[in-house]
């Protein structure tokens, strides 16, 4: 059976390393034959790994690949697909193993097929996928880049390109331009935040687009999009007026204002329902492990209904995170809170040695926190910077964090200014809770506090790794019911009534 030889010969390989089975990564036979079963039976299973699990899991995922018959669509990021070619690979040929990998439009016969998220859209589209068997890896992330992948954007040389293929029409689609640009200039949430549109709001240019034929891209795209299930919004960015590109018939104050319109579907395996449809599934996914501890739903939607689910947990953890968290801490929407931050934050860094990362995604707040401990502690402050000092202090938002905290050295301490709860002054966050809202359901145990979760759990597996401090100064966690549910999810952890010099 694959089962059994793919257990064989990655035990072999691991030997050969000079690893144990339950070196690095401990469950790498347990994936390798659950992989290896998936194949065998093409049925649909779904793996569930701690959040940031260590990456050498991949090679439990490949044997069974490179020993398998079966012909599989293998989507993996940039960065997964850079690891299995420069790593994976030659691992797998010094043990003997050969893993041809196709990239391109047209697989043939080959075995494995490589494809991007967006090229596995491209290719179910164009019927490309029968007969294949979906491997996805990473799939916790699948959600938010088949979004990326189906999201539009329009800019002013987008209507000026508009305006070309129907000169016509020009004046009409100059007045439309100007009065989204009075709605986007009147926003009350400044240039920082982007205004929703309502669908009221875009009817003026929907009517406007079932008139026109032929529409160039992305026009065609646009008219085509749109609905319940997609939501709309605008960004804008003051710019110089050379700057700007033009539209005729606007006024000159419009002209300095540089704006774009943005959609995005809510839920893109609706959209592309049918995506994971067909032909039998191997979808690993990092979600936090603890949510039905929790009495939560087990992350994001995947777009399966799996016929096996395995967690897949990593070492229970023995050193417990040392955990600064106050109680009586005031709560984000307080007039002192800004004040608050500030000064916990200084007490943190002066009585902690090495680099200290502050997290926060409110734009305004983490500016103005990042300029006030800069005021104090000078060129150690930086934003968002991938190379800060040994002593330094990083603030940052939370996705940038979880892009780049694998390029950077692991900090001494992480404090969370806001926990990773996402705002509903996002449009797409806002218009989601909305439909969640309509269906009578639970819109913050569903969606935000579990994605919350999870983002937590990631943010700070290289401070566990440190041995290091993380303080949250959100009050939310003490005074909020669901606080109990995010200090559940970080155990093992041991409080910190004090913070003393280290």
Known sequence: MLEAQA???????????????????????????????????????????????????????????AL??????????????????????????RAGLSLPCYEGEDPGNAKVWLLSVPELVSAWRGDRLKGRQLVIPEAEQLDARLRASLALRLDAADWERLARAHPALRTGLGELYSRLSRQVMAHPGGS???????????????????????????WATWRSSGGDAWVSWTEREPTRAQQAPSVEGLPPAERLLQWSLHRQPLE????????????????????ASTMGQLGLPGGPALGLEPDVVVDLGAEPLADPLPLYAPLRQPLPN?????????EQCR????????????????????????????????????????????????????????????RMPDPSQIVVA????????DPLTAAQVLALRREGRDWFRERLLPDGLTRLQLGVVGLRRQGGRLAVLDGRLRGRSWGRQVLRALEPWVNLSRLLPH
Do not use: N
Request: aromatic share 4%; with cysteine.
């Open 268 to 287: 893109p395996l609706r959209v592309l329902e049918g995506l994971m449809d067909g032909q039998g599934a191997v979808v690993v996914a990092e979600l």
């Open 68 to 93: 398998g018959e079966t012909p599989v669509v293998l989507v993996l990021s940039q960065g997964l697909k850079q690891r299995l070619l420069q790593v994976e690979l030659a691992r797998l040929g």
């Open 192 to 218: 920082r935040r982007p205004l929703l549109l309502s669908p009221e709001d875009e009817a003026p240019l929907r009517q406007l687009l079932g008139l026109l034929h032929p529409l160039p891209e992305p």
């Open 418 to 425: 806001l926990l990773p709860i996402a705002s509903l002054d």
């Open 7 to 65: 257990h064989h010969e990655l035990k072999a390989l691991l030997r050969r390393e000079g690893r144990g089975a339950h070196d690095g990564w401990p469950h790498q036979l347990s994936l390798c034959r659950l992989v290896a079963r998936s194949l065998r039976r093409g049925d649909r299973t779904l793996v569930r790994l701690t959040p940031g699990s260590d990456p050498g899991w991949l090679l439990g995922l490949l044997v069974p690949l």
């Open 334 to 342: 307080s007039p002192r809170y800004g004040e608050h931050l500030l």
């Open 347 to 406: 007490r943190l860094v002066l009585g902690q040695g090495g680099l200290t990362l502050v997290l926060l995604d409110d734009e305004g707040l983490r500016l103005s926190l990042a300029s006030g401990l800069a005021a104090e502690f000078g060129s150690r402050v930086v934003h968002e910077h991938t190379a800060p000092e040994s002593h330094g202090v990083v603030c940052a938002r939370w996705s940038w964090w979880l892009t780049h905290q694998g």
